[in-house]
């Protein structure tokens, strides 16, 4: 049977990460629970982000290939510089980079200063997934806003770098709006996705009651039913992409190879 692929395997073949911990510490986050179910770190030490410099000389090691960069943390004004130097080392070996990051205006301003060359093998991928900055505090307490992050979309794409959207995990229903918003601003793809193990991973990272009362409602919200109906009204939309876990409920394609992004 072949191996239907998941995760960060569909954006790329490899991830690298340079800290511990991220800052943003949003409630939802894959990367916090696993860190606590494996005594890695703890509820309260996860939202102090820790560089790894170490982890450098991993960062360009291995044949070209697409990086998703990074996966367990975010690039943060205070780990800004040793993210740099990861990007430095990835794209000087070659590698095609996809950053993915909930981003930091003044973080992706250093980015597209310092690799104004490197457009051919830099992608931005933006995550955004609610327009509501109420929603964003609750879910992602100490990540941007919701206009820091148009606004970074608009600079990268104003500098001619390759813009992509994740609304993944969708915060709310209105992921159309942001569909729209952003459309302009993104020159590859917007991708949508569900919270997954929602109950488990609010356990873990010490949720409180309101939010696993808010988690209970989005998965209420997004019903098959709900999913269903956003897939018809988008699938003909050439940028969208739809995550493994709206294939999985959808019974849509799924990918069989890393890296594909499609």
């Given at each position: 049977?072949?191996?239907?692929?998941?995760?960060?395997?569909?954006?790329?073949?490899?991830?690298?990460?340079?800290?511990m911990g991220c800052?943003?510490?949003?409630?939802?986050?894959?990367?916090?629970?696993?860190?606590?179910?494996?005594?890695?770190?703890?509820?309260?030490?996860?939202?102090?982000?820790?560089?790894?410099?170490?982890?450098?000389?991993?960062?360009?090691?291995?044949?070209?290939?697409?990086?998703?960069?990074?996966?367990?943390?975010?690039?943060?004004?205070?780990?800004l510089d040793i993210?740099?130097?990861?990007?430095?080392?990835?794209?000087?070996?070659?590698?095609?980079?996809?950053?993915?990051?909930?981003?930091?205006?003044?973080?992706?301003?250093?980015?597209?200063?310092?690799?104004?060359?490197?457009?051919?093998?830099?992608?931005?991928?933006?995550?955004?997934?609610?327009?509501?900055?109420?929603?964003?505090?609750?879910?992602?307490?100490?990540?941007?806003?919701?206009?820091?992050?148009?606004?970074?979309?608009?600079?990268?794409?104003?500098?001619?770098?390759?813009?992509?959207?994740?609304?993944?995990?969708?915060?709310?229903?209105?992921?159309?709006?942001?569909?729209?918003?952003?459309?302009?601003?993104?020159?590859?793809?917007?991708?949508?996705?569900?919270?997954?193990?929602?109950?488990?991973?609010?356990?873990?990272?010490?949720?409180?009651?309101?939010?696993?009362?808010?988690?209970?409602?989005?998965?209420?919200?997004?019903?098959?039913?709900?999913?269903?109906?956003?897939?018809?009204?988008?699938?003909?939309?050439?940028?969208?992409?739809?995550?493994?876990?709206?294939?999985?409920?959808?019974?849509?394609?799924?990918?069989s190879r890393a890296?594909?992004?499609?």
């Open positions: 049977m072949t191996k239907q692929l998941t995760g960060t395997k569909e954006w790329a073949c490899k991830t690298v990460n340079v800290c800052s943003h510490d949003c409630a939802y986050c894959y990367a916090k629970s696993m860190a606590i179910r494996f005594g890695r770190s703890s509820v309260g030490t996860w939202k102090q982000q820790t560089a790894l410099p170490a982890k450098l000389l991993e960062a360009g090691r291995g044949k070209p290939t697409r990086v998703m960069f990074p996966s367990t943390h975010d690039i943060t004004p205070e780990c993210c740099m130097d990861a990007l430095r080392r990835l794209l000087a070996k070659g590698h095609e980079v996809v950053v993915v990051t909930k981003p930091h205006l003044e973080c992706i301003q250093a980015i597209c200063d310092w690799f104004p060359y490197h457009r051919d093998k830099l992608m931005f991928r933006f995550t955004i997934g609610s327009m509501s900055d109420a929603v964003l505090k609750a879910w992602e307490p100490n990540a941007p806003t919701y206009e820091e992050r148009r606004l970074a979309l608009q600079w990268a794409y104003e500098f001619e770098f390759q813009t992509s959207v994740s609304c993944e995990p969708m915060l709310d229903t209105h992921v159309e709006d942001i569909v729209e918003a952003v459309d302009a601003d993104v020159t590859d793809t917007i991708w949508i996705g569900l919270m997954n193990d929602v109950k488990q991973r609010l356990t873990l990272n010490g949720a409180s009651p309101e939010m696993h009362k808010m988690g209970a409602e989005l998965i209420r919200q997004c019903s098959r039913e709900m999913i269903g109906d956003l897939y018809g009204r988008l699938k003909d939309n050439p940028k969208i992409r739809w995550k493994d876990s709206i294939k999985k409920m959808l019974g849509l394609e799924r990918p890296g594909l992004d499609i």
